[in-house]
C-alpha cells in the first residue's frame, strides 16, 4: 500500500504527467463538442436519448484515439490494432458508465442536453486512468518482454 501511495505521489510531482493531463483535457473538449453536436442532431432526428448517446460515443472515441495517439501519448504508440482494441474496452466501460450517468440524470429531472453534457464529465476521470494505464501505457522494452 505504502509503494502505491509513493508511486502516486511521485506522478503528481511530475510536470510531465500534467502536460499530458492537459493534452488528454484538450483532445477531450474536442471529443466533448463532437459528441454533444452529433448527440443533438441525433435528438433532433428523434433518435432515442440512449441510443443518439451511443452513436455520439462511437464518432466522439474515434476522433478521440486518433488525436490521443498522435499528440497526448505520442512517445507511449504501440502496435494500432492491439492499442486500438485496448483504447476502444476501456472507451466501452467509460460509455457504459456514461449511459447509466445519463440515464440517472434525466430520470432526476435533468434535460437530456443537459444530462449528456454532465454525464460525459463524470465518467472523464475513469477515460483518463484507463488510457493512461492501459491502453497507451509505456511499450515494454525487448528483454523484459523474454523474462
Not at 136 to 143: G, V
Request: glycine fraction near 8%; aromatic fraction near 10%.
Amino acid at each position: 500500500m505504502h509503494r502505491h501511495r509513493t508511486r502516486a505521489h511521485a506522478a503528481l510531482r511530475t510536470r510531465h504527467n500534467w502536460v499530458q493531463l492537459a493534452k488528454f483535457c484538450v483532445v477531450g473538449v474536442v471529443g466533448y463538442g463532437i459528441n454533444l453536436a452529433v448527440y443533438t442532431a441525433l435528438i433532433h432526428a428523434g433518435l432515442h436519448y440512449l441510443l443518439a448517446a451511443t452513436c455520439s460515443f462511437l464518432v466522439a472515441v474515434t476522433s478521440n484515439y486518433t488525436l490521443n495517439r498522435v499528440w497526448t501519448f505520442r512517445d507511449r504508440r504501440a502496435g494500432l490494432a492491439a492499442q486500438g482494441m485496448r483504447f476502444f474496452v476501456v472507451s466501452l466501460a467509460s460509455l457504459g458508465a456514461n449511459l447509466l450517468a445519463l440515464h440517472v440524470l434525466i430520470t432526476l429531472g435533468a434535460g437530456k442536453l443537459v444530462g449528456q453534457a454532465i454525464a460525459i464529465v463524470l465518467v472523464t476521470p475513469l477515460n483518463f486512468i484507463g488510457n493512461r494505464l492501459w491502453s497507451f501505457r509505456h511499450p515494454r522494452a525487448p528483454q523484459e518482454e523474454a523474462a
